[in-house]
């Protein structure tokens, strides 16, 4: 089946630092979604990207959509303890009828 | 009005208890959403329903029984759960079903343990 892979699976950063996580998959993918998640919180939504080669901005967060719609990745920049948390990106599938979610990528940011 | 809410937010429950998780959202969405998630795994999709009408069903076992009363609201049912369901049970809704813009708005979950 198709599967959605995310490296690294932990990443320890000192505060300042930047950081990147990557996101694969085994198919082409419709769309793909970028969430956050506190250690005892839930998943937070943070943005989707739809475009082959699409680039957004949030602040210190870039995330980029490969030119195959089979990749993705986060970067933040100067990374702050607020940054602390479960990265997942979600898949959208062609045949649009679920999203498959990473195995994710847990940030610790030293003080 | 932009959250989801579930209740209860912890339940502990015995192998032969029936017992039932709650989920509302006045967002206006017309998706909603089970996931199943266990420690430091990725949520796991277990129900999806688009305009109040279940559209996917991952195989769950049949102790689990979703139920979407209404629009805004969305239940599962537990009947005769194993210890190995003990998880963290987390709904979600989206605008739309999955063709059209579809991120999804989690809950703050139901923290399951099954004794």
């Given at each position: 089946g198709q599967q959605v892979m995310q490296i690294p699976q932990y990443q320890h950063v000192q505060e300042g630092e930047d950081f990147t996580t990557y996101c694969n998959s085994s198919t082409t993918l419709s769309n793909i979604q970028w969430y956050k998640q506190r250690p005892g919180g839930h998943p937070v939504f943070l943005i989707q990207l739809v475009k082959s080669g699409e680039v957004k901005k949030q602040k210190r967060l870039t995330f980029q959509f490969g030119e195959a719609k089979k990749n993705s990745s986060l970067h933040i920049t100067a990374t702050q303890t607020?940054?602390?948390?479960?990265?997942?990106?979600?898949?959208?599938?062609?045949?649009?009828?679920?999203?498959?979610?990473?195995?994710?990528?847990?940030?610790?940011?030293?003080? | 009005d932009t959250e989801v809410t579930q209740t209860p937010k912890h339940l502990v429950m015995g192998m032969?208890?029936?017992?039932?998780?709650?989920?509302?959202?006045?967002?206006?969405?017309?998706?909603?959403?089970?996931?199943?998630?266990?420690?430091?795994?990725?949520?796991?999709?277990?129900?999806?329903?688009?305009?109040?009408?279940?559209?996917?069903?991952?195989?769950v076992p049949s102790r689990f029984s979703p139920e979407c009363p209404n629009s805004s609201l969305l239940n599962l049912h537990l009947h005769a759960l194993q210890p190995e369901?003990?998880?963290?049970?987390?709904?979600?809704?989206?605008?739309?079903?999955?063709?059209?813009?579809?991120?999804?708005?989690?809950?703050p979950g139901t923290r399951l343990t099954v004794t």
């Open positions: 607020t940054d602390v948390g479960t990265y997942f990106c979600a898949g959208l599938r062609t045949s649009y009828d679920k999203v498959i979610f990473g195995p994710g990528t847990s940030l610790s940011v030293i003080p | 032969t208890n029936k017992k039932s998780l709650k989920c509302e959202q006045h967002m206006g969405h017309r998706a909603m959403y089970w996931y199943k998630q266990k420690a430091k795994k990725p949520p796991e999709l277990m129900f999806v329903y688009s305009y109040e009408k279940l559209s996917i069903n991952e195989s369901d003990s998880a963290l049970y987390l709904c979600a809704s989206s605008p739309r079903p999955l063709r059209a813009s579809n991120e999804q708005y989690f809950g």
